[in-house]
Each structure stands twice: as C-alpha cells, then as structure tokens.
C-alpha cells in the first residue's frame, strides 16, 4: 500500500504585499466557517475589510516575512518533510529494516500498545510507501496541489492531518470539508479514489505533551536554583479565542483547550493558581471565548507581577499571530503597564520539535487502525 499524508494548517499570503495580502484576507474571509453570513452580505463585509485591512497589516507582514518569504510556510514543509521520515522508520521503510522491525522499534501509543500492533491493524496490506506532503487551507502550497501530489505519487490510502492540537470548527473543520471537496473533484477529473480517513485532535498525545512542556522549561527560568516554581511566577497559556455560539452547537475546542491547560499544569508539576488560561485574537464584536489575553497581562501588571510567560499551544509552527501578537504586542502592553523591572517570556512554537514529529505520525498511525 502506499500511503500518502496530507499535512494541514491555516496558511498566509503568499509575499508581503497588499496584492498578495488581498488575495489571502479574500479566500480567508469568504469560508463560511469564517463569516457565516449569507453570501451577497459576506461578499459586501469582506469588500469593505478588503479596502483598507491590506495596507494595514502590510507593516506585520514586512517585520514577520524575509527574504525566502514566510517562515511559517517554510516550518510547516520542513514539518511534512521530519514526519515522512519518521513514518518511513516506523513503517520499517528504512535501510536494514523490515515492515516489522521498523514498527516494533518504535515508543507505545497513548493506549500502551505497542506500535507493531498497531500496524499490524492499521491495514491488511503493508506500507510500502509514504510520501507527505504539507499544504494550506487558504493560499499556497493550496490543499488541491498538495492532494494532485499525492495523486501523481498513486496513493492508494489518504490520511488528512490537521495540523491544530485541539478540535476547532474554524480550523480543524474547515480544513477537513475542503479537503473533502477537493477529493471528490480529482475523483471526478482524473478518476483517482484512494481511501480516506481524517485525524482529530491531538493535544492529549504523550509525545505532544511532554514537548509542550520541555518547550516552557527550555524558555521560562521561573525555578529556583533548588528547582522549585517561583512563588507568584505566572503561566499565561493562550489560544485563538472562537465564537461562543459554536461552543454552544457543539465545537469541542473549549472543553479540549481546558483539558490542555489542566494537562500543562500537571506536565509542569506547578501550582494551578499560577497557570492562567486566556484567548486572543477576537475578530469582531461577537461574543468570543473569554478572558482576552491583553486584559489578563494588564490584570497582572497591576498586581505587580514580576515574572510572567506566555505560551500559544494551538500553534504548532510560528507564525504572525503568535510571534508578533503575543511574542512582540503583548510583551509590550504587560512591561509598559508593570513597575520597573517585570518581565515576559514569549514561549515559541515547537515548529521542528521531535516530540511534535511523533505526535503528528501517533496521529496518523491511530487513524489507520
């Protein structure tokens, strides 16, 4: 069998400039998941976004992108690139080793399983091949090129990968109906079928866990040289924050971003009462998950705080939001209203992270059992 994997994350425009911002705020704000208005009043909202919103934000672009263009969409084919290795070595499709030796060789799974069973399981014919290809919901490398991809490499199984810890309608949703819609496209024009399954999320992942944690250790020097958490150190750990009617029709995010905190919390082994949870990034005057990051920081600095971190774990590669936002914005806002001498620490995304390579292929061996 040869296996291809499709590798999913939100995207960005394609170079920083109004032109190509444009294009990306257009294909972003016309989802439905995103606006979910009718058409003729989205497309009206979106033109009125569109006339000034581009030569806005051109100036985050120029501070975020370089020369080679944006370094999120350079993360994430580098992130394609580290798992299709890791799956090769687990599929045994490395130098010296069998389907079997490769399987057995890798860590257990979440259930304590060995991987061999799980392969054993995933399918009735061995992998013989594996090919991932990374691609974005809206602009380029586009979830159609990358899934042609896959069809010129004659995939004969399909695994769709979200690239989102946690289960959002506006993300991980939408990824997976586009997706859908451009198999069955290819279906039509080129008569390619390959069998398809869907991962979900993943912030309960071992490996996911342990590197989120290793990540905040690596970049908060919040202990003492005893090894003990610094009274009163705080933890802000934000996600993009969602509308509250999805949450009430169902969306899982809420309760999966409570059970990251609480799962943090314990990884860390600090006190609760220093781990603080919040949201960023509320798009309009909907009502949005709360509390919003910038109000907690500003709460904090008030308080007198001294040594705050922050940490995006929706995030698995660096990108606008997280590294300007959080890493630049709100480190500003918390020491300009602080007393001389507070700090932030901006907690990067893991982008390369090995633990997160794992917990992407546990993902994809889970979804073939």
């Known amino acids: 069998m040869r296996l291809g994997v499709l590798l999913m994350n939100t995207g960005t425009a394609d170079a ?37 919103r581009p030569e806005a934000t051109l100036p985050r672009y120029r501070n975020f992108y370089t020369q080679e ?51 054993a399981g995933a399918q009735s ?22 899934l042609k991809e896959l069809w010129k490499f004659e995939a004969d199984q399909v695994v769709l990968l979200p690239a989102y810890p946690q289960e959002v309608k506006v ?12 198999l069955d496209r290819l279906r039509r024009d080129v008569n390619w079928s390959p069998f398809v399954v869907e991962c979900g999320s993943f912030y309960a992942d071992p490996a996911w866990r342990e590197a989120l944690a290793q990540q905040v250790e690596a970049h908060w020097d919040h202990r003492t040289p005893e090894g003990v958490h610094e009274a009163g150190a705080k933890l802000l750990v934000s996600f993009h924050s969602t509308l509250v009617k999805d949450i009430r029709a169902g969306d899982p995010y809420e309760g999966q971003v409570q059970e990251t905190v609480k799962n943090l919390v314990a990884d860390l082994g ?19 998950l709360q509390p ?28 606008m939001e997280s590294a300007l936002e959080i890493g630049v914005d709100l480190r500003n806002e918390f020491q300009t209203a602080s007393t001389s001498g507070a700090r932030m620490t901006y907690v990067p995304c893991l982008n390369d992270d090995s633990g997160l390579i794992q917990a992407f292929a546990n993902c994809v061996i889970r979804a073939l059992e």
């Open 16 to 52: 920083a400039t109004v032109p190509a911002i444009r294009a990306y705020l257009d294909q972003f704000l016309m989802d439905p998941a995103i606006i979910s208005a009718p058409y003729p009043i989205r497309r009206f909202v979106v033109n009125r976004i569109l006339k000034t």
């Open 69 to 119: 263009g944006s370094p999120f969409i350079r993360t994430c084919a580098q992130q394609a690139i580290l798992l299709q290795h890791v799956l090769e070595a687990r599929f045994g499709l490395v130098a010296g080793k069998s389907n079997v030796e490769g399987a057995a060789g890798a860590q257990a799974d979440f259930t304590g399983r060995n991987q061999a069973d799980l392969v």
């Open 125 to 146: 014919d061995p992998v013989t091949a594996v090919k991932v290809v990374s691609a974005m919901r809206y602009g380029n490398p586009s979830l159609r090129a990358g």
């Open 171 to 182: 993300c991980t949703g939408t990824c997976l109906k586009a997706a859908s819609k451009e």
């Open 270 to 288: 600090i006190p609760e009462e220093d781990v603080i949870l919040c949201y960023q990034s509320r798009f309009d005057n909907r009502k949005w």
């Open 292 to 319: 919003l990051a910038p109000a907690v920081a500003h709460d904090l600095a008030k308080q007198g705080v001294q040594d705050v971190a922050v940490v995006c774990p929706g995030f698995v590669a660096e990108n």
